[in-house]
């Protein structure tokens, strides 16, 4: 009966301190409950890439979102599989997602009535890509957005870019710098998992 008092009490403090924002308290709920969000995962999408993608936002977000977790029935782990049930369920609808857009772009290819492989793939992959790049653009806030498009499909610099918009260059820098990093963050997973 101590054993499991001491059990309770030593994951009560652990939780308590990870939703306060220790560090160490992270690692000890990462090492906790990894195995069973890894195998939730998996479980419900058959694939290990996704399983491990989804383990790291679930993660991820439970870190960000610590302060809204309050102790209750099946404490932190429960509070845990309940987001690892959201992220499963955002990575079967983006798949769903995926597949229509990439339908529609086999539809759409020439000669998609041809067995859908070789040259009608490839084409139908880099729509789906392109695809992918602007909805993650468009989540962008619009001066980011704005910056970006100025970069790189109207081909200035930087400091064309101020020049054209009235923004000082610092800005300009940091504007790239942010998007670029909210991109590099979202991008890889995205066009990772489509394939």
Not at 50 to 78: C, I, K, M, N, S
Request: proline share 4%.
């Amino acid at each position: 009966m101590n054993e499991v008092m001491d059990e309770r009490e030593r994951e009560e403090c652990v939780a308590a301190g990870f939703a306060a924002g220790d560090e160490r308290c992270m690692e000890a709920v990462y090492r906790r409950w990894r195995p069973l969000v890894h195998a939730l995962a998996y479980r419900y999408l058959g694939d290990e890439r996704e399983a491990e993608d989804v383990t790291q936002q679930v993660f991820l977000a439970a870190w960000r979102g610590r302060h809204r977790y309050r102790p209750g029935p099946g404490g932190l782990g429960a509070w845990i599989t309940g987001i690892t049930r959201h992220k499963v369920a955002d990575a079967l609808e983006a798949r769903t997602r995926r597949a229509r857009v990439a339908a529609a772009a086999v539809r759409t290819s020439p000669g998609a009535g041809e067995r859908f492989g070789g040259p009608a793939r490839q084409e139908a992959e880099q729509v789906l890509d392109r695809v992918l790049v602007l909805g993650e653009l468009a989540r962008l806030p619009s001066e980011q957005r704005r910056v970006l498009h100025l970069a790189f499909y109207a081909d200035l610099t930087q400091t064309q870019i101020a020049d054209r918009t009235g923004l000082p260059l610092g800005t300009v820098k940091s504007h790239m710098r942010r998007a670029l990093h909210r991109l590099r963050g979202s991008l890889p997973q995205a066009v990772r998992v489509a394939r």
